[in-house]
């Protein structure tokens, strides 16, 4: 098992940077269920116990409208780091809208 400031220290190497919206699982390579045109930019803080917060949501339009959203990727400089499953509402809206909340949204290093 790492220590918390093990985690922190191998978090901040990550330069996370970008955010991708799938319909389905991501794969182990990031690149199953891709919602078209999704990979925007996202910023993150700095690590602490063990997890890095998104620090602003991070929008998108021109979606499908209803398109289903199950899981987020996470990457730095086009290398697909992680994925997360999502809860909670899982489509873009009538609008073709979906929103990334900041501070809910979280990549962290947990003991397995």
Same mark, same amino acid.
């Given at each position: 098992m790492f220590s918390i400031e093990a985690k922190n220290a191998m978090l901040n190497? !990550? @330069?996370v940077d =970008?955010?991708? !919206?799938h319909s389905g699982p991501p794969g182990p390579a990031g690149a199953d269920n891709i919602v078209a045109n999704t990979f925007l930019d996202g910023t993150f803080? $700095? =690590?602490s116990n063990a997890e890095r917060i998104l620090l602003a949501d991070v929008n998108y339009a021109g979606l @499908?409208? !209803?398109q289903p959203i199950t899981h987020i990727s996470f990457w730095a400089d086009s290398v697909f !780091? $992680?994925?997360s499953e999502l809860s909670g509402d899982r489509a873009a809206n009538a609008a073709g809208e979906y929103t990334i909340k900041a501070v809910s949204t979280k990549i962290g290093i947990a003991d397995s």
């Amino acid at each position: 098992m790492f220590s918390i400031e093990a985690k922190n220290a191998m978090l901040n190497v !990550l @330069k996370v940077d =970008a955010i991708q !919206l799938h319909s389905g699982p991501p794969g182990p390579a990031g690149a199953d269920n891709i919602v078209a045109n999704t990979f925007l930019d996202g910023t993150f803080s $700095a =690590a602490s116990n063990a997890e890095r917060i998104l620090l602003a949501d991070v929008n998108y339009a021109g979606l @499908k409208p !209803l398109q289903p959203i199950t899981h987020i990727s996470f990457w730095a400089d086009s290398v697909f !780091l $992680a994925c997360s499953e999502l809860s909670g509402d899982r489509a873009a809206n009538a609008a073709g809208e979906y929103t990334i909340k900041a501070v809910s949204t979280k990549i962290g290093i947990a003991d397995s």
